[in-house]
């Protein structure tokens, strides 16, 4: 009895060393592969740069893209709409980001720099979030000629009348308002005035540069930082930097008489009304910031990825590729963006098929 109990101690024991030694084998080989898929040589890599509204995607597109080709590399600066564009006519990058498209006068430099065609690929669509800090005003809503007051300084307190028309029945606090905008040249600015000049008679002409009143800060998180430490701060922010952040966001008021919160569903159907307006190699879309459609969120920007049609590196369109794919268009809304529509994403998958 002893001598059987010995025996089975024995083997437990050695059962025991054998499952040890093939875990740590399993381990040593885990190690290994991951050791391996680190120190995959790169063999091409390439740089863009511009939008911070599109940062999110990008940052989510850049890694699945590493993870399926491991020895390819994309980089991307987040460095405003105007600086990727100067960027990409200078050569100092392979494809820019652009909430805006480029003027005439750029779209005639990068032409030259392309030595061809310079062309608008559409890949994102992104909410403007109009974020705020007003922890007493949990449902604040804003006409656009109230939000055009507040930005262009003639509305300087929350418990102001106009404010006040847009929220019956509720409890406005006597807090003065601090707006934020952005300093720097911003796609993100472009077409937050071209909202408000369609719909709330801004007094300016869009542009990228800031023209209303308020503190400038760089960046899409230069603005979540502002407005998020600073009580009774207003600024513009991509949708998801503000979802992020926990910002509270305003209900717009749509050309339909509607204050609608900003979603997915709501920021889609807003571009029911946007159409082409570009040549037959680019995709530039116009959106209508007076659509009637019901319960769409007006303010919202289409962003864009600028390449050359014909003498780009081979790696941009296998990158723009995947972009566009439905792998790469489903990871949109979970950074807080909309994924294109069909019939625009059909156009980018046959203009992007047509150069490569």
Known sequence: MARST????????????????????????????????SSVPVVASIRGSGSTTQM??????????????????VAYEANGSGAGIRDFIAGRSAFAGS????????????????????????????PIALAYNLPSVPDLKLSPTTVTGIFSGRITRWDAPQIAADNRGSRLPRTGIHVFHRSDDSGTTHNFLSFLKAAGRWPHQPSMTWTG??????????????????????????????????????????????????????????????????SKEDLIV?????????????????????VCANNSDPLVFSFLNYTASDAGQSYLALYGYAPLPHDLLAKVRTQLGAMT
């Open 56 to 73: 999110g995607a990008m940052d989510a597109w850049r890694a699945e893209f590493q993870r399926v080709h491991p020895g390819l590399r």
């Open 99 to 126: 909430d805006v498209p480029m003027s005439p006068q750029e779209q005639v430099r990068a032409d030259r720099r392309c030595r061809g065609r310079a062309m608008h690929l559409p890949m994102v669509v992104a």
């Open 6 to 37: 010995w025996i089975a101690g024995a083997v437990v024991a050695a059962a025991i060393v054998i499952a040890g030694a093939v875990a740590m084998a399993s381990v040593a080989l885990l190690l290994d592969t991951d050791k391996k898929r």
């Open 286 to 306: 116009r959106l209508d910031h007076l659509s009637k459609a019901a319960g769409s969120y007006p303010l919202i920007l289409v962003t864009y990825e600028i």
């Open 213 to 278: 009143s308020g503190q400038g800060v760089v960046g899409t998180s230069g603005i979540t930082q502002a407005v998020q430490h600073t009580r009774g701060a207003i600024g513009y922010v991509e949708y998801g930097s503000a979802s992020n952040a926990r910002l509270k966001v305003a209900k717009i008021r749509n050309a339909a008489g509607q204050f609608v919160a900003l979603s997915q569903e709501s920021a889609s159907k807003a571009l029911e009304g946007a159409r082409s307006v570009g």
